[in-house]
């Protein structure tokens, strides 16, 4: 029990400096269900394998989340599909409704192919401070196809909605927000998860792939209706750990620079 009490003290303080003090309640109960999905892993080994291999943490106390609770009800109702008979909409939204009935009685993999591929070829590529001169927004979808331009989570967030409305259930997707490694970026790419596997749609890539493809990318949480997670991974048997410290003010789409033996230092960047 000490392990674990030690691995649950480092989780807390990691937390603690990311979102401010919390209860303590909040921190015991995340963990109190990790632990129960630890007991349950050889009856249901999928059940504890998450999303780049880590472990989802159920958490409401995220950096995004009065973001993702104000853009959500658009994602559900998916307000685009109404650009097929509205010739308001800019073409790229009547294009994309005409997709969304094309698609709708395709295989799976088709679908996440086609709703990939489409989103990233209709809307360009602007970071939040050059679209909106502030540091993180997240967009509605008929926001994101009437500027027709967006950052990593706007892509994420439009096809979420495409392939709700396509016939994929809103319950297996998820917005995960992420660390890229290999650009120093902060990132965010939309996640669905099967009994195979989690595919992932990234506006980097037109080629949908498994997360397992992507060894470089670290999961910090995700976000899928009305739940979250943080996301860690296991250490010895007995607890979850945070794969990494989260700065507060994360933003996908903008970069940080590692400090020296010292994590994530607060030194921004901006690329796509």
């Not at 008979?85 to 295989?107: M, N, T, W």
């Amino acid at each position: 029990m000490a392990a674990a009490g030690d691995s649950l003290a480092r989780l807390k303080l990691r937390w603690n400096a990311a979102v401010g003090e919390l209860p303590a309640g909040k921190i015991h109960a995340a963990a109190s269900s990790t632990m129960e999905m630890r007991r349950k892993k050889l009856k249901n080994p999928a059940s504890a394998t998450g999303v780049f291999g880590s472990v989802a943490i159920p958490f409401k106390a995220l950096p995004s989340a009065a973001s993702w609770q104000r853009v959500y009800p658009s994602i559900e109702r998916a307000e685009f599909a109404k650009c097929a008979d509205d010739r308001d909409c800019a073409p790229r939204g009547i294009a994309l409704s005409h997709l969304v009935q094309e698609i709708k009685a395709k295989p799976f993999l088709q679908k996440l192919d086609a709703i990939n591929r489409a989103v990233n070829r209709s809307v360009t590529y602007m970071s939040d401070r050059a679209n909106y001169r502030r540091l993180d927004v997240w967009a509605t979808p008929m926001q994101i196809i009437d500027r027709g331009r967006g950052d990593c989570e706007d892509y994420a967030i439009l096809k979420m909605a495409a392939l709700n409305a396509a016939g994929v259930p809103l319950t297996s997707m998820s917005v995960v927000v992420l660390q890229d490694q290999s650009r120093s970026l902060f990132h965010a790419v939309l996640a669905v998860s099967t009994t195979k596997g989690h595919y992932i749609l990234d506006n980097l890539h037109d080629r949908v792939m498994k997360d397992t493809a992507l060894p470089n990318y670290l999961p910090l949480y995700s976000l899928s209706g009305q739940r979250s997670w943080i996301h860690g991974k296991e250490r010895d048997d007995s607890m979850v750990a945070a794969l990494a410290p989260l700065p507060r003010d994360v933003a996908p789409g903008e970069g940080f620079k590692a400090a020296s033996g010292h994590g994530i230092a607060n030194q921004r960047t901006t690329a796509n």
